[in-house]
Structures are given as structure tokens and as C-alpha cells.
């Protein structure tokens, strides 16, 4: 390439110090420089001036300059020149209608409840700013599944619901009685949920939305595990597309901009993400002081998307035609999103004197246009020939992902509101502002219909009707619309795990390393196998899992460019386009995400995939606690594994790796089905268990399992039918010295603790008791089946009161009962109401902190020694011969009574 470069030398060059030059004289020179990169650009294309640019990058760097060539923002313009924009292919006039009924439905759904004075609230300002960009994707882009299209999965604001539904209602999939009850899902003739929950509306809604920021990492991994399932070849390559609108206040969430960078690295060009730039947040602007618009432009260029921006509407493309001297270009960049913010509530007069701020040059160019065309000049997210073309833009984008900014205006044709701070939370119009609003949007209602907002449906012959129909039936049909369709599959038969219900080598081992292989017991099953998806943030060593690299290949969509540097061992890091596990980095909101997808596959895509994450337990709910919520709503499935379990049995971490609580967090979720086991038994049990009535029985619920890194021997899984239920139902009796009833102490054991129970045990027996052990796999279940029972018999007062398995549990007993785990002493307190009056509970209130197991457990008091102190101190309380002898092995147990409070410190 030898183009000629501007021909006057740079200063920098002959002084190494930067000359001044006078402004007319730089203004020279950037326009020959102009002129130069126009010549390259003719004879080279882009890529000649992106060389270019690039070479000069070069030299300012060989130089040492603090200079950087290229800027991440490009000028306050749309991104999209008039020359380059597509078509427009619908009727514009008659969307404009449609638009405005959707808008004048939307707004009467929250007013009719406002009226009604149920006090439920409602939202009408976002949905007046995204009306617009919502139209334009529902009437041309959002395309469902068919035949040979792989569909679009579209997430919308979730304050924009009532358009949403106001335009289902249209279509005729909602009734008029579940619009009048917007935000009230209890009432007898249907109700509609305040946003999107899948949970509430599971024929509807498809992705939960309403915790700001979580939709974003949820689109990239949806995104994304579409690419996986077609790379491994469980879903046809047929296209489709993650459409996700978030708002520009939103986007200050870190799941946001914290989550852009793999959408890139994947080359996600099935993702598209709008965001909404209204400008406005709930309180005030979202940057006063500077542009939003332009500050997420940097921040997804730097991140490798592409940018497309509009921000403005058609009437401004003659004004910019004309400003050949940059003014308005300028004034536009001078200008902040404050300025912006009030522009958009000031008069077409007050308007221009602030665009033209005593500039005559920009006077003469405003003078083209009266008070009321300023006025009426719109932004870019207020013309669908500007939204269009940026669709039709991203739409078509390969390689990349696609972030498309529009400005808006939040509240948008509520006349007095539009535009105001207070707008996002105005539920309520007068009379006089309801009747002009309608008649702004063409509402051929009455003045009394209008003043009771009623809603408004044109004849199903209407045009706008059957223009409404004719364009959702070319794109496939109606969105939003969810479907859980899948094949079933059945567990493996419990046969196949025999090496770990009898454990053969009697090898120690943990329960970590026993779900480890019953994931590879799985990852081996025919009619299974494909379906299993490990998902691990950085942590597979930790667990034991890098075995799996090299057999089932870490999924990367470029596959792997290098040698690993351990390819000639047998656990080779081996990334493959094809590969089966996920390996999401430090990211554990993408992790979940990730597991969010998988376990939703089988609604999204009909394929029933079987997340296993596995995850420090700390890193789980208090992290990502919000993310697990929504698979709860999302009505996901699969295993969640928080392993590294125990406050004491991850020994020598400290404060925040060693976690007492997840268990107690599990319990507040309330389709999650959370396990503490003790045994590799137990957790075959409960994983099939998972699988039958996950994937078999296509129940929504999900799971959690605690799994432990210490090694002991597992012992084989008993014969009785009893012990299988029980480990479901969350306990059952693992050892008796002679019989239940004969027991005088009552040891409940879980997780890695269930060891220092049987030593607890060994020493009680050796004192000549007679001890039962019990397994609690979970008291979460036991507990929320013991409060349904409570329940039942509350509602029934004259019936016969249903026991609860607990109580069944402990029916024939008597003596005294200690509860010992790894975690919050709250967890086995919880069933505590059901328990006889004796029962005593050890856990581990407190932080964390960096010591031995054995010291831990002393330190929290749950050590075997600790157990037996306890169970001899009831002992002492309970009964009334032997006091003395009771007391004496009490005093040689040795307990400090005066050690500090692990709780308190
Ligand atoms: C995690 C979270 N924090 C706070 C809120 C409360 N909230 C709901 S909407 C909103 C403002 C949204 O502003 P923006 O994203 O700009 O959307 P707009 O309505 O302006 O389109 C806030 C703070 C929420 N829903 N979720
Ligand atoms: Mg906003």
C-alpha cells in the first residue's frame, strides 16, 4: 500500500515536543488528513484505512506517545447513515394505530386498577418509551420456531409487561378479565403477573425478568448454549436469535457489563441486546452530566460488539444535510443527557433557543423550522425507520454480537409527564389528561369510556386487526409463548452404580469424589449420556473433575489453537468445539447462567439437558443467590452441587470459603429440593431420585447438593425398601446398638459430620448405652413436610391430623436426642417443634476461620467428644437414677464449659 500521506511533516517529529499550531492552521491539516484516509478508503475499502489507522497506532506507540489512535466513540450521530438504511416494509400509518391502541391499553390496565383503589401498583413510562422498538420487532424480526427456522427467544423490559399483554390481548390470547386484573393472579377469572414470570404464567412468559441485570448474562448464555447444543449436534443449525431490551439505568448492574466480554469471544452473532436510552432511571437521569449512549458505545466497542447507535429521528436527517459547518454535530455533542432530559419536556420556542444558544450560524439552520417542528423532531427510538434499519443491521450480523443503543423518551406521549423525574412512578391521570392522551393517540372512545379508561379493541375486521394477525402469522405465529414439550428419560437402573452402593475396594473416599463418579456413571449411559452438561467456575481440580477434560472436552466455540501444555498426560486440557463441559472462568453469575440454560433447554428447545454445577458452597446462594431465584422462576431444572461443604469440614480456608449456611438459605427456595448426605449411597439415591422426577415425571423443581472433601469409607447402602425413602424424605435410622425402641440416646447425623456421630457413638456405647444413629439427609424436606402436615390439620381441626414422617420417624422412641451437621445450628433446630422435648442441637453459628478440621470442631463444638458431652448432659436432665455416674463421665470428657462463644466472635 504506498497512498501518499498529508504532505506537511509533523512538528512532533522535528522537536520531540508538541508544537502549538494555530487553530486554522490544525483545521488545515485535519482536512488533508481527511482527504488522504478518503483516498485509501476509495482505492483500499475499510480495511485499507483500518490499516491505516493501525500503522499510525504503531508509530505513536514506537514514539512513546501517550496518544491513542482510533477512538471507542464515534461522533453523537446515528451509526446508520440516511444513504445505508433499509426499506421500510410494513405500513407505517397503520402501525402508528396499532401502536397507539397498544399504548392507550397498556396505560388503562394500570388506570383501571388505580381506579379499582386495590393499591397493586403499576408501571406506564417505560413501556411509552419502547413502544416503538417493540413494534418494530413484533411486526418484523421476532420470528418463532418453525420447520426451518430455529426461533427467536425475545426478553423484554420488564416494566414494559402491560404493552406486552395489552398487544396479546389484541391477538386475542388474553381475556379482558385478566387484563382488568393486571398484577392481581389470585382472581377467580384469571389475573396477570406484575412482569415476566414463567412461574405464574408458564404457557407465556418464557424468561424471567424483573431483577435488574439479570437478564443480560441470561440472553449471553442462552445465546451461547443454543451454539452448543448445535455444536454437539443435539439441535439443527437453523438460525434464531436471543433479542434482549434492557434499560439504560439497568445497565449500571455489574451482571451487565461484567458478563459482554464472552459474547464476543464466542462470536454470539445470534445475540441481540437493545437497550433502551430513555435517559431516565426511576429517580432522576441516569448521567446528568454526561451521555449514557456514549459511555456504553466504549464500553461494548472495547468488549469487540458491534455498536449501532440511534438516537436520531428522520426529521433531523435535512438538518444535518445542511450543517455543513458541524455547528449542530457539535452542539449535539456539547450537549449532556440533562440537557437532552429537558429538551424533551420544553416548548418548541424555549427548545430552540437552547439548541441555538446564541450561535447565529445554528439560528439561520433552526429558522427552517417553526416552533412546532422542533417540537415534533423526534429521537431515533421514536422513528421505525430508524429502528428498522438497525434490526434489519443486527439481524444480519455475522461474528459478532450486537448491542443496539436507542434513545427514547421515558413516558413518551403522556402529556405534563413525558420526560419528567417523576415519570417512572406516575400510576395515575385526571380526567383531562386521560382524554388528551387518548385523542393524542386517535382513541375513538368516549368521553366517559376515556375518563374510566376503558380499553379499546377495533372490530376483528378492523385493518389494523387483521394487519396485526397477517404480520405475527408471517413471523410464525404469536411471542410470547412458552413450551414444555420434551421426552422424557428415566433414571439408570440403581444396579449401575453398584460399585458405589457396595464399595467393593473400601477405599476412603469423599462425597465429592462419589457424585464425581456418579456423573461419570452417567456421562457413560446410553440415552443419557448426551444430556449430561458439567458445569464448573475454575474449581474442576478442586473437585476432582479434570479427569473429564480429556474424555468429554471443554466446550470452546473456537476449539483450541495451542498444544495444551499437559497434552501427553491423561488429563489433558482439552477444549473442543464439540466438547461437553462447561468451564465458565472465575464468573459465577455466568455459571449460573449457564446451568440457567441448561436446565431450561427442555421449554427452549425441547431437549431435556441435566446440568450438574458444581461450586464452592459459599460462592453459591450468598453470591448468586438472586440468579438461583430466577431459576426458580424459570422453573429450571438440574443439580446444583455446592461442594468444599461444611464450615469445619473445609478446614484451614477462614471466613469466606467456609460455609455453615447454604442449607438454611436452600430452605427459603421454595421448589429447590436441598440433601446433606452422608454416605455415596445416599447420593445415588437422591440423584436418581432427581432424575425420575426432573426428567422422567417433568416435575419443576431443581436441586441441592452439599458435598464434603473428607475421606472416610463408605459403607454399603442397607437392603431394607425403608432406607431408600428415607433418604428421600430426609432421614431414616442407619444403625441401632440393639433395637430403636431399646435406645436411650438418639444421635441425628448429617454431611461429613455423620463421622463424628459414630465416633460419638463408639464412646457412648463403650459407656454402656444403648445408641440409635440417624441419617438426616435433609431437614429441609422433613421440615416442609412436618409444616404441610401442621397445615393440613390446621384447615381440618375435626379431622384426623396427618402425621408427619418425622414424627413417624421417632414414633416408638423414648430417651434423649442430639442433632449434630456442618451447618447453622437453625437448620436442625427447624424441626425441632416435632421432636421430643430432650432433643438438642450442635451446629456451626459463627465465621469461619482458618484452623484444622479437628480444632474447627472442637472450636464449634461438634466434635464426637462435644456429641457425647451433650448427650450425656440431657441424660443428666432427663432422668432421675445414675445422676452421679452420668455426671463423672461428663467431668472426663474433659469440656471446657468457659471456651468462647464460636457464635460470637
Ligand atoms: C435489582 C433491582 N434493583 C432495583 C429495582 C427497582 N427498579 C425497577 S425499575 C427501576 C429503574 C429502571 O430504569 P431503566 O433501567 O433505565 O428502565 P426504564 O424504565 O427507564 O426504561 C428500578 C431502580 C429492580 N427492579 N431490580
Ligand atoms: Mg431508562
Given at each position: ?6 504532505e ?6 522535528q522537536?520531540g ?12 491539516d485535519?482536512?488533508?488528513w ?17 490499516e ?10 514506537e514514539q ?5 489512535v ?5 461522533p ?5 447513515p440516511?444513504s ?14 396499532l401502536?397507539?391502541i397498544?399504548r392507550w ?6 388506570l ?20 416503538t422498538?417493540?413494534?418494530v ?17 425475545v426478553?423484554?423490559?420488564?416494566h ?6 395489552a ?11 385478566q ?18 414470570h414463567p412461574?405464574?404464567?408458564p ?5 424471567p425478568?424483573?431483577s435488574?441485570g ?11 448454549f443454543?451454539k ?7 439441535k439443527?443449525r437453523r ?6 431490551f434492557i434499560?439504560?439505568?439497568?445497565a ?12 464476543s469471544?464466542e462470536?454470539?452473532d445470534?445475540l441481540?441486546l437493545?437497550i433502551?436510552?430513555n ?10 452530566n454526561?451521555?449514557?449512549?456514549q ?5 461494548f ?8 447507535k440511534?438516537?436520531?429521528g428522520?426529521g ?5 444535510a445542511?450543517?455543513s ?5 457539535q ?6 443527557d440533562g ?8 416548548p ?11 450561535n ?25 425507520e430508524?429502528?428498522?434499519a ?10 459478532k454480537?450486537?448491542?443496539?443503543l436507542?434513545?427514547?423518551?421515558k413516558g ?7 420526560g ?9 391521570f ?5 382524554i388528551?392522551?387518548?385523542r393524542?393517540?386517535g ?10 379508561a376503558a380499553?379499546?379493541r377495533?372490530?376483528?375486521d378492523?385493518e389494523?386487526?387483521?394487519?396485526l394477525?397477517a404480520r405475527?402469522?408471517?413471523?410464525g405465529?404469536?411471542i ?12 439408570p ?7 458405589l452402593l457396595?464399595?467393593p ?7 465429592t ?10 456421562m457413560r ?8 452438561v458439567?458445569?464448573?467456575p475454575?474449581?474442576a481440580?478442586?473437585f476432582?473433575?479434570e ?7 471443554i466446550?470452546s ?5 495451542y498444544?495444551p ?7 489433558a486440557?482439552?477444549?473442543a468445539?464439540d ?5 465458565e ?12 440454560a441448561?436446565?431450561?433447554a427442555?421449554s ?6 441435566i ?14 443467590g438472586d ?8 422453573l ?11 464450615r469445619?469440614?473445609?478446614n ?9 449456611h ?5 430452605n427459603t427456595y ?5 440433601y446433606d448426605a452422608?454416605f455415596?449411597y ?19 423443581i431443581?436441586?441441592?447438593?452439599t458435598?464434603?472433601n473428607?475421606n472416610?469409607?463408605?459403607?454399603v447402602?442397607?437392603?431394607?425398601e425403608?432406607?431408600a ?6 432421614g ?6 440393639e ?15 455423620m463421622?463424628?456421630?459414630?465416633a ?7 459407656l454402656?448405652?444403648?445408641v ?6 435433609s ?7 412436618a409444616e ?7 384447615l381440618?381441626?375435626t379431622?384426623?391430623a396427618?402425621?408427619a ?28 417443634p416435632w ?14 476461620l482458618?484452623?484444622s478440621?479437628?480444632e474447627?470442631?472442637d ?5 464426637a ?8 448432659v440431657q ?12 455426671q463423672?463421665?461428663?467431668?472426663a470428657?474433659g ?11
Open positions: 500500500m504506498s497512498k501518499p500521506g498529508p506537511n511533516s509533523d512538528p512532533v517529529m522537536t515536543e508538541p508544537a502549538g499550531a494555530a487553530p486554522a492552521d490544525i483545521e488545515l485535519k482536512q488533508e481527511r482527504e488522504a484516509l478518503e483516498d485509501i478508503l476509495a482505492c483500499y475499502g475499510t480495511q485499507g484505512v483500518q491505516i489507522l493501525a500503522s499510525l497506532g504503531n508509530w505513536c506507540a512513546q506517545l501517550p496518544v491513542r482510533g477512538n471507542v466513540n464515534t453523537y450521530l446515528n451509526s446508520i440516511v445505508q438504511q433499509a426499506d421500510y416494509p410494513g405500513d407505517l400509518e397503520l402501525e402508528q394505530r401502536e397507539n397498544l391499553n397498556a396505560m388503562a390496565m394500570v383501571q386498577g388505580q381506579d379499582a383503589g386495590t393499591g397493586v401498583g403499576g408501571h406506564i413510562a417505560t413501556y411509552a418509551s419502547a413502544a422498538l417493540m413494534e420487532g413484533f411486526n418484523h424480526f421476532f420470528r418463532n420456531q418453525s420447520e426451518s427456522y430455529g426461533g427467536d427467544l426478553m423484554l423490559q420488564p414494559t409487561s402491560p404493552g406486552i399483554y398487544r396479546s390481548w389484541l391477538e386475542g390470547r388474553l381475556s379482558t378479565a387484563l382488568k386484573n393486571f398484577r392481581r393472579e389470585l382472581q377467580p377469572e384469571g389475573g396477570l403477573t406484575s412482569y415476566p412461574r405464574s404464567m404457557d407465556y412468559w418464557q424468561v425478568n424483573a435488574m439479570l437478564s443480560t448474562p441470561t440472553a449471553i448464555y442462552q445465546a451461547r443454543a452448543y447444543l448445535e455444536n454437539r449436534g443435539l439443527p438460525g434464531g436469535k436471543v433479542w434482549c434499560g439504560d439505568g439497568e449500571d448492574e455489574p451482571e451487565v457489563l461484567g458478563t459482554i466480554n464472552i459474547a469471544r462470536k454470539l445470534n441481540v437493545v433502551n436510552c435517559l431516565q432511571r426511576l429517580d432522576g437521569p441516569v448521567r446528568g454526561s451521555k449514557i449512549i459511555e456504553l458505545e466504549a464500553s466497542t472495547g468488549a469487540g460488539w458491534d455498536v449501532i440511534v438516537i436520531w428522520g433531523w436527517d435535512r438538518l444535518l445542511a450543517d459547518q458541524g455547528m449542530l454535530r452542539r449535539m455533542e456539547e450537549c449532556v440537557d437532552y432530559q429537558r429538551y424533551s419536556v420544553l418548541g420556542d424555549l427548545q430552540r433557543e437552547h439548541w441555538v444558544d446564541g447565529p450560524e445554528l439560528e439561520q439552520m433552526m429558522n427552517a423550522l417553526s416552533d412546532e417542528e422542533v417540537k415534533q423532531i423526534k429521537r431515533g427510538g421514536q422513528d421505525p430508524k429502528i428498522y438497525a434490526y434489519s443491521r443486527a439481524a444480519a450480523n455475522i461474528e454480537p450486537t448491542v443496539i436507542i434513545k427514547t423518551v413518551d406521549g403522556l402529556v405534563d409527564a413525558a419528567s423525574n417523576t415519570v417512572h412512578q406516575k400510576k395515575n385526571d380526567t383531562v389528561q386521560r388528551a392522551i387518548a393524542n393517540f382513541i375513538p372512545l368516549s368521553d366517559a369510556e376515556i375518563e374510566r380499553f379499546y377495533p372490530d376483528p378492523s389494523e386487526i387483521r394487519y394477525h405475527r402469522e408471517a413471523l405465529g404469536a410470547p409463548e412458552r413450551n414444555s414439550n420434551c421426552i422424557s428419560l428415566a433414571p437402573p440403581l444396579e449401575r452404580f453398584a460399585s457396595r464399595n475396594s473400601n477405599r476412603p473416599q469423599s462425597t469424589m462419589a457424585l464425581v463418579r456418579i456423573l461419570s456413571i452417567l449411559e446410553d440415552g443419557l449420556k448426551q444430556y449430561i458439567p458445569i464448573v475454575d474449581e481440580r478442586t476432582g473433575l479427569a473429564l477434560f480429556k474424555i468429554a472436552g466446550f466455540l473456537q476449539g483450541q489453537h498444544t501444555v499437559d497434552a501427553d498426560t491423561l488429563v486440557y482439552r477444549e468445539e466438547g461437553q463441559i462447561l468451564q472462568g472465575i464468573c459465577e453469575t455466568g455459571a449460573l447462567a449457564s446451568f440457567l441448561a436446565g431450561t427442555y427452549i428447545h425441547g431437549l431435556p439437558m446440568p450438574f454445577y458444581f461450586f464452592y458452597s459459599i460462592f453459591g446462594f450468598q453470591r448468586v440468579m438461583i431465584w430466577t431459576c426458580g422462576d424459570m429450571c431444572r438440574g443439580f446444583l452441587i455446592g461442594g468444599t461443604a461444611g469445619t469440614t473445609l484451614g480456608e477462614g471466613i469466606q470459603h467456609q460455609d455453615g447454604s442449607q438454611v438459605i436452600a421454595p421448589n429447590l429440593k436441598s452422608a455415596a445416599e447420593l445415588v439415591v437422591i440423584v436418581r431420585e432427581g432424575i425420575r422426577r426432573m426428567y422422567q415425571q417433568q416435575e419443576n431443581f436441586y441441592y447438593l458435598a464434603y473428607e472416610y469409607v463408605m459403607p447402602m442397607p437392603e431394607s425403608a432406607v425413602e428415607g433418604i428421600i424424605r430426609g431414616y435410622c442407619y444403625s441401632s446398638s433395637t430403636i425402641e431399646s435406645s436411650q440416646i438418639h444421635l441425628l447425623g448429617s454431611g461429613s459430620i463421622q463424628q456421630v459414630l460419638a457413638r463408639d464412646q457412648l456405647e463403650a454402656d448405652y444403648r440409635s444413629v440417624w441419617s438426616i439427609t431437614y429441609n424436606e422433613l421440615y416442609r413436610e404441610s402436615c401442621e397445615r393440613q390439620a390446621r381440618h381441626p379431622a384426623a396427618p402425621q414422617y418425622i414424627k413417624a420417624m421417632f414414633a416408638d422412641t423414648s430417651g434423649v436426642y442430639i442433632a449434630a451437621s456442618d451447618y447453622m445450628k437453625t437448620l436442625a433446630r427447624s424441626i425441632a421432636m421430643p422435648a430432650s432433643y438438642q442441637v450442635l451446629g456451626t453459628d459463627g465465621y469461619g482458618s484452623e478440621r479437628e474447627l470442631r472450636y464449634f463444638e461438634i466434635s467428644e462435644h456429641i457425647c458431652h451433650t448427650a450425656l441424660l443428666l436432665r432427663t432422668q432421675t437414677k445414675g445422676k452421679r455416674r452420668i463423672s463421665q461428663i467431668d470428657l469440656i471446657n464449659p468457659d471456651k468462647p462463644d464460636p457464635a460470637l466472635r
